[in-house]
């Protein structure tokens, strides 16, 4: 019984990272209606490194500091999520975001493929058919008729560098956490190089246009940077308990909780035939990788 909870762990905690990357989502979208895109994506960073921070000393020893692990932990900050996140919105304001978020879906297969380069973990069958039927269904609620094309090829480059890197960020975390098996630790380095690197990035942005926030505003900035705090620690938990390529593509699933927490907690959605198609993709196949799992 034990042996069977210790096996899908790793399934039900990475389901409540991408249920609560739902809700870091839409929380992320009632923000914006206050501030711009840049403004949430700094405060995003500096919550959730204050909240690292404050509970540090509950989980944080001296030896952490002199892992090897480390520097590797480190370039996790460098790549993710500032990089990551301006790659996807350049993406969108480029391509539109149809096209961006289609090409942003096939994050799984680079976690997969990662996976067993990286980790040399086994790909079987019902791993890569469950993981095709995510991107699937995350690629048919992303899709729209658009018109005609009028951007560079290369431009499809934008978001397609997005998800390789949060693959590489998750396959890095996962290095580290098999030697240093702390998810508190893992994010709070990250996040720690991440917050001057995107303060930097916004003073050469702002320069001496000063942002006014309302008190709204700010309300739904830290609720947003709490929940993908939160968020990033679960999804750390699932990936120290599990493999890369069942974590991965399941925490990939959170567009479709966004839609359904849209609909039934925001009443700001409403659902259509292509959420129901994707409900019947992303089920059976979660089901698959959790049964592999």
Known sequence: MNSNFELLLPVGLALLAAVLFAFGNQCSRIAMQYTDSQTASLFQIGVSTALYWL??????????????VLPLLAAIGLIRPLISANLGMAGTRILG???????????????????????SEILSWEVALGTAGIVFAVVILSWQRDSGRTWPMIALLLPIGAAMIRSLAHALAKIGLEVLPNPFFVALVA??????????????????????LSTAGLKWLVITGLIYAVSVLV????????????VSPIVACSPLFTLLLGRFVFREESLNRKVAVAVLLVVPSVMLIGLRA
């Open 97 to 119: 975001p149809t096209i961006s978020s289609t090409l942003a879906a096939t994050a799984p297969l680079f976690g997969v493929a990662l996976g067993v380069v990286l980790l």
């Open 55 to 68: 509970i540090a000393p509950f989980y944080l020893e001296i030896s952490f500091w002199s892992s090897p």
């Open 191 to 212: 996040y720690t190089v991440a917050l001057p690197i995107a303060l930097a990035n916004d003073l050469r942005i702002r320069q001496h246009n000063p942002r006014r």
């Open 235 to 246: 999804m750390n938990t699932a990936l120290m308990s599990g493999r890369l390529i069942v």
